[in-house]
């Protein structure tokens, strides 16, 4: 099984509305969701920064300088 990545170069923040990864995620910069939206990633999740306003769902691990709730 090949593992999927997806990495996000030109943009310094993601503003996730719904968003649903089967694989690796990662985010170069900050990542934030807006209430009543939902992250779901099923494999490792990576960012600078992470700003949750609801829970997350994240199958793997979760690599992140720092995270706000």
Not at 1 to 27: A, D, E, F, P, Q
Not at 34 to 56: H, I, Q, T
Request: overall charge positive; proline content about 3%.
């Amino acid at each position: 099984m090949r593992k999927l990545t997806c990495k996000i170069s030109r943009m310094r923040c993601l503003k996730i509305r719904s968003l649903m990864v089967t694989g690796n995620l990662t985010v170069q910069g900050h990542a934030s969701n807006v209430e009543g939206r939902r992250l779901f990633a099923g494999g490792d999740f990576e960012c600078e920064m992470m700003y949750p306003d609801v829970p997350v769902i994240i199958g793997g691990n979760l690599k992140a300088k720092k995270v706000d709730t």
